[in-house]
């Protein structure tokens, strides 16, 4: 795989990426040009209510100063008029993601907006602050509190309140509170077990897919990077965690914090596996998290994740409806702007959950007359009286990707056609594709004279089938990497966008070179050992494993675990308090884990960090039967 892959990349530089456009690609984006509600410019209004202060340097770093985590500027390319390589309707939502600043909401309610993907809330109590979901990473947060604090004044933070268990609600926490004692910090019930055990066991495949569908190889700019649709990008800092000293366990609980009252219902396998939205009923302001922001949410995230359930997230917007919509005067959420006048609000969340309930049941009225994903994906579109509201755009997630999403949480891969039960993997399936065609060149002329006629999909289908056959015909790579922009160029979504553009960036150019993000001490220390031990199974090489066994006891004493474990038959099984004849090994975890991560056990133990305590002998050749995964695997070649 390697090896193919050096010899395609010699090639890769003679064709220069070109941002060419072709007439398909302007005559589509024109006539959808034709099709948006321009005149409605309610957003416009909203992104710029309030604004108060606006940060008074270009750049956020990491407090050593050596990189930068955040860029005020790197947008400053979204003016004007969208140019022919953006789809018109995803420029508008880029240019009012990208207003960043200090944004009053109300007298008690603040917004820090354009410092990350998401945004952080802030309530200015009797005495204190209180700071609602602080970003991505601790950079970020803290830089938002300090222009909040210019005009807020000097006040401590009270109390931190996570919306939800995902990182770009919680990362940022040290930012905003370097001490944690005495301060509130309170989430929805499971919050840490989602919010440090999501990405463990499919943290690598996730990550890797995640750089496609955040574009985080592409520079930002009219041929890049357009917004990752809920907000700019996430940043690039610290990711902290501080777990909650106070768990929301119902829908109905109340609270007041600080002379804050605050009324929490639960949403709970929704847009995450633990969030909750809020009112303060003082205020008159709502707040929902990301269950409903200014664009169609993702029911499946491209990166990789277990699928939602697109029935229950549009009950629990009937819900919030019905309990605190009359409350509502304002309604803040956790990306993009805020949504001010009763009337407004309730129009807005009404619509928002016909066009998820609208999704849901006609994706199934449509299995259950016998169509399939793909079917239905094409023919699932929302009626004209949902899709003229800007914030039902498929920005982040589409109605065709999420229509095959619902699909999938009924009825899984497989379409019921046998034909499709046992197909070939891509590689073989192109070298025979290729064969039946008559050959190379043939396939080749077969995807120009598609990509000529603007045919894109059909196109890439063509020309990946030739890729996969043979990786080292580079004027298929250039032509499949020119088809992909044609269609990022048209996307609305963003992240197709993205998904697109580093497909082309990696076809002419190979996958990125970056090294391993650095773990957080945080999440990682939060990491239940058993997750750990989990991750570790899914590691085990059976190949390099062989016929050889091993049966072994791990301790944990500053956390007071004891595991047993045994390896064989290609399988790691672990059992919690119980001891196999073998040998013990005795370590802090955090000095285990790193030995594990660096395969540098026999130095660990050679230091004496790592005590082995009864036949050593028999844990040789341990630390070479787990894989350690490439976190740059290929994707648009085999
Ligand atoms: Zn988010």
Known sequence: MRAIWAAALLFAFTGAASAQVSDATRASNAAFAQTLPWADREDEDFAARGFAAAYDQ????????????WDFSAYNFL???????????????????????????????????????SNMTIIVGDTGLIVVDPLSSAETAAAGLALARRTLGDKPVVAVIYTHSHLDHFGGVRGVVPNPAGVEIIAPDHFMEHAVTENVIAGNAMSRRAQYQFGTGLPPGPEGQMTSGIGIAVSSGTFTLIPPTRSITHTGETLTIDGVRIEFQLTPDTE????????????????????????????????????RDAKAWADYLTEVLRLYGDRTQ??????????????????????????????????????????????????????????????????????????RAVYQRYMGWYDANPANLNPLPPAEEGVRFVRAMGGEDRVLAEGQRAFDEGDYRWAARVLNNLVFANPNNTAARQLLARTHRQMAYQSESAIWRNMYLSAARELDQGPPQRSLPTQSADLVGATPTSYILDLLSVRLNPERLGDRQYAFNLVFPERNERFAVTIRNGVLVYERDQTVDGPTITSPRAVFLQAMATQSMARAVLSGQIRIQGGRRSLEGLGEVFDNPDPNFPIVTP
């Open 58 to 69: 270009q750049q956020i770093r990491t407090a050593d100063g050596s990189r930068v985590v």
């Open 79 to 117: 003016q004007g008029p969208a140019p022919e390589t953006v789809n018109p309707s995803l420029w508008r939502h880029a240019q009012l993601l990208a207003r960043a600043g200090l944004f009053r909401v109300t007298d008690r309610v603040y917004q820090i907006r354009g410092f990350d993907v």
């Open 272 to 307: 995450a596996p633990a969030e909750m939205n809020f009112l303060f009923p003082d205020f008159g302001v709502l707040l929902i998290a990301e269950n409903a922001t200014a664009s169609m949410h993702n029911i499946l995230t491209p990166r990789g994740a277990l699928v």
């Open 330 to 403: 304002v309604m803040v959420n956790s990306h993009a702007w805020p949504r001010f006048g009763g009337d407004r609000v309730r129009d807005f969340i009404a619509s928002h959950r016909d066009a998820y309930k609208y999704l849901h049941d006609q994706t199934v009225r449509l299995m259950n007359a016998g169509y399939t994903d793909r079917e239905i994906a094409e023919q699932v579109r929302l009626p004209a009286s949902l899709s003229a509201r800007w914030f039902n755009h498929g920005y982040y997630g589409t109605m065709m990707h999420n229509s």
